[in-house]
């Protein structure tokens, strides 16, 4: 059920790098390939009418259907589960999938979560719109503010949801602190580290209890295959309170003899059990074993695209702050960031690619457009696109595109100017990045009417310099 039989189970411990390129693989095919194969496969043969019935009650662990379980699929969960320290993983067809089957399986209608109000824009459709609709009430909180996580917790509180690093303004959640939280409330820290990968955060470290990525991003790497992953890190009891978690604990139509924890509690994660044999099952958002084989290609270099994508996003981000025409940074490895500390606390090997950048706004809203507008189209390395963790460079404008939905309020509590930019910084040379951006920039000053003048006048004195 997606947890690590032992077989797949390294003699000795693996380090991250050793994981990344191993871990859920043992070649035993009879073609004896040394990659992982893609099972392009719906169906599965069985060896007898029993060994079916067998697989059907779930009293034996094997392929049925490409539905429930996939040979390529199995590959990528064990090898992320491993990644993150867990105990067993979901494969999905894209990270709203794993946020929506993650949440499901421990919340249902008349129950409550507690999000933070910063999360990607998907995540709050997904909870203010369709879980309200299913009767499932979400709470949005400040994720700084830990008052306000204590605050929201109800007695139908099921779980507590937020990111590791939230995009675009880079805010780096107090993990240890929002966990505490989740502990005293005895439900889950559900953490999507999709920013941060589980190369830059192993929240099971700072205390979260299930993890979920949209693979789409830096897992996968490319820009080229939509992916999800639900991965639980084992540290949650739900046997503590069984009364809360009747899913887990009372009896299961779907398996014979009992509970999901009585089936699988001993040998892998009952929670994984029941998003699969559940969720994905009956709302059908598999993982494609070519995008797997996809995923898995990306996986094997996450640490080397990691350091390069984090060592270019400061480099950047530090020439950004010196720009005459740039407002603000919001990068947490700067020392101005207000989450400059949690960075250090939560993300030693660097703070991601995923950041943004403010223009001086002119109080105008069609001129500040414009201005942005301008920019954006005077880049040559830097693409314009709806999408982050990609290899290349990408720049997207969240007032316009993917925050366009938010009031002038929400905007404002999400610290997103007309002109915040968003990049995301690829594994292109940082020089040429960081060209492209100051060409860019310095275009944007030499052209712009009287409200950016000054910024052009100091231009003009620091090059002068
Ligand atoms: C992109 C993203 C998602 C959604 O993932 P898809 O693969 O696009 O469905 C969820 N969370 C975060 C943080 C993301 O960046």
Known sequence: MGAMPEATRPAVPRSFATAQVQAGFVSGLAENTAVPSIHQSNGFEFASLSEARDLFALRKDGNIYSRAANPTVLVFERRVAELEGGIGAAGVASGQAAVAVALLALAKQGEHIVAARQLYGGTVDLLQDTFADWGIEASFVDQDD?????????????????????????????????????????????IDNTVATPYLQRAKDFGADIVVHSATKFIGGHGTSL?????????????????????????????????????????????????????????????????AFQLLQGLETLDLRMERHTASALAVAEFLQTHPAVARVHHPGLASSPWHANAQTYLPRGASSVFAFDLHATGDADADFRL????????????????????????????S??????????????????TTIRLSIGLEDARDIVDDLRRALDGVVASAPAETAGAERQLAESSSR
Do not use: C
């Not at 509690?265 to 009952?270: D, Q």
């Not at 595109?401 to 007309?418: N, Y």
């Open 146 to 190: 830990l008052a306000a996580w204590q605050a929201a917790v109800r007695p139908t509180t099921r779980a507590l949801f937020a990111e590791s690093i939230s995009n675009p303004i880079a805010q780096v959640l107090d993990l240890g602190a929002v966990a505490a939280v989740a502990r005293r409330a005895g439900v889950p820290l559900v």
């Open 227 to 291: 992916g999800g992953v639900v991965v639980d890190l084992g540290t949650f009891d739900f046997t503590a309170e069984p009364e809360r978690w009747p899913q887990l604990t009372h009896t299961y139509p779907r398996v014979p003899d009992g509970s999901l924890v009585e089936r699988f509690g001993a040998t892998a994660s009952p929670y994984i059990a029941l998003v699969k044999t559940k969720y994905v099952h009956d709302l059908g958002p598999s993982l494609s074993a070519f995008n």
């Open 372 to 399: 942005v507008e301008d920019l954006i189209s005077r880049l040559q390395v830097i693409r314009l696109v709806a999408n982050i963790g990609d290899a290349r460079s990408l720049v997207a404008h969240p007032a």
């Open 401 to 418: 595109m993917t925050h366009s939905h938010m009031s002038p309020a929400q905007l404002a509590e999400a610290h997103i100017s007309p």
